[in-house]
């Protein structure tokens, strides 16, 4: 069973920094794209960021780019995602996914690949 595991969430006053991690215990995994999408209670699943198997090629979901970076250490089997400059707004739980493709997507349909989320909570 493939799993993909999150980690760093926490609880942050706004204008704090969260890094969050998350883990996959296929080494495969390498060589697919991966995303991060949140989720706050009563919204629907939003698209944070992407990055391809080599990490040249990122996306970022609108108006994040300038606060939030994605990044990968495939050695460790593992992608990042770097929370600055936290917002109430931000609120939600985080999912790590992954795609059997190195193409980054915006779409969550795309990716086969879901971890069990981790909270993240700023507070004003």
């Known amino acids: 069973q493939v799993q993909l595991v999150e980690s760093g969430g926490g609880l942050v006053q706004a204008g704090g920094s969260l890094r969050l991690s998350c883990t996959s215990s296929e080494r495969t995994f390498s060589s697919y794209a991966k995303g991060w999408f949140r989720q706050a209670p009563g919204k629907e699943r939003e698209f944070v960021a992407a990055i391809n198997s080599s990490g040249g090629s990122k996306m970022y979901g609108a108006s994040l780019k300038d606060r939030f970076t994605i990044s990968r250490d495939n050695a460790k089997n593992t992608i990042y995602l770097q929370l600055n400059s936290l917002k109430p707004e931000d609120t939600a739980v985080y999912f790590c996914?992954?795609?059997?493709?190195?193409?980054?997507?915006?779409?969550?349909?795309?990716?086969?690949?879901w971890g069990q989320g981790t909270q993240v909570t700023v507070s004003s």
């Open positions: 996914a992954a795609r059997s493709s190195d193409f980054p997507s915006s779409t969550p349909q795309r990716y086969e690949y």
